[in-house]
């Protein structure tokens, strides 16, 4: 990001060589306005000059930390860093690197090697159409109340069939998990981090069922193990509500409290109740659409 184009250019060329390896996707832009249509949720870094036509690098900023809380972001200015004030920021810039310093470039292609690597490296994996999964999640109307009592009737099915105490719908949004239906003690359970849910990994199935028969013995699950037999959930099974798109916004699942194992029946049998649960989602979101007829 920076209004001078020739220097763009430049920085681009030099960064594409020195990171060559990881071979990264690179936007550029000069103005606010235009770096804000291309930030997306999985942005990476953002590299930004201090002083910009329509606006400075914090105001570009203040809109990637909202857009892709986990991005780096670095001022790679002309601007005396003294003269700044980014205390609003809250440590919000990764790095200031200064155009004028005899080493300004190759700090700047350390400091995105790292972010990148950081990133790619994150405690929990991201579907490769993450950024169109979360998009189409947003379009959904998850707060109408007819919906919410319809989908606790699915968790309910769910439980009764499968004889556990816990069951629930579970979005996954860009940073969390958060539970839109539930039965049992699940509707106590509060908002956790997505590095924190089984769930996160649900979605990433192809054929869109996954089961734990213990947590215990999982190693993606064992560090936090404890924490989750604690909550209940010693064994798992999560059948993916998938859109017409053929999107996932998150699982439905049940939860024992002791190890087991679970049949083709069983996971067919969920299947088919998140299919249930998403054309739910569906009709009430296309009914929301509808406008109402004003009478004469």
């Known amino acids: 990001m920076d209004p001078d184009e020739e220097t763009r250019s430049e920085t681009v060329e030099t960064l594409r060589s020195e990171l060559s390896s990881l071979d990264p996707s690179v936007e550029t832009a000069g103005t606010v306005a235009d770096a804000r249509e291309r930030l997306t949720t999985d942005t990476g870094a953002v590299v930004t000059e201090y002083d910009l036509p329509d606006g400075t690098g914090l105001e570009l900023i203040e809109t990637v930390r909202e857009v892709s ?14 003269t700044i004030d980014t205390s609003e920021l809250h440590g919000s810039v990764t790095e200031y690197v200064g155009k004028g310093s005899v080493f300004g470039t190759e700090r700047l292609a350390e400091l995105l090697r790292a972010t990148i690597e950081r990133r790619s490296q994150s405690t929990y994996p991201l579907p490769q159409n993450e950024a169109e999964r979360v998009a189409a999640l947003k379009t959904y109307d998850l707060d109408d109340p007819d919906l919410l009592d319809s989908l606790d009737r699915i968790t309910d099915l769910a439980a009764r069939h499968f004889g556990v105490e816990r069951a629930s719908i579970n979005i996954i949004s860009e940073h969390s998990q958060d539970f839109l239906a539930c039965y049992g003690d699940t509707a106590e359970w509060e908002t956790m981090d997505r590095e924190d849910s089984i769930c996160t990994f649900t ?58 194992s679970f049949s083709a029946a069983d996971r067919a049998y969920l299947k088919d109740l998140a299919s249930v649960a998403m054309d739910l989602v569906e009709l009430h979101s296309s009914l929301d659409a509808v406008e109402p007829e004003v009478s004469p």
């Open 203 to 260: 979605i990433l199935e192809d054929d869109d069922v996954m089961t734990v028969e213990d947590v215990t013995e999982d190693p993606r699950f064992q560090s936090r193990s404890e924490a989750l037999v604690d909550l209940g959930i010693h064994s798992y099974m999560g059948a993916n509500l998938v859109t017409s798109s053929g999107l996932v916004i998150g699982p439905l699942c049940v939860y024992d409290d002791q190890p087991r």
């Open 69 to 82: 809380p986990d991005a780096g972001c670095v001022l790679y200015t002309e601007v005396d860093p003294d």
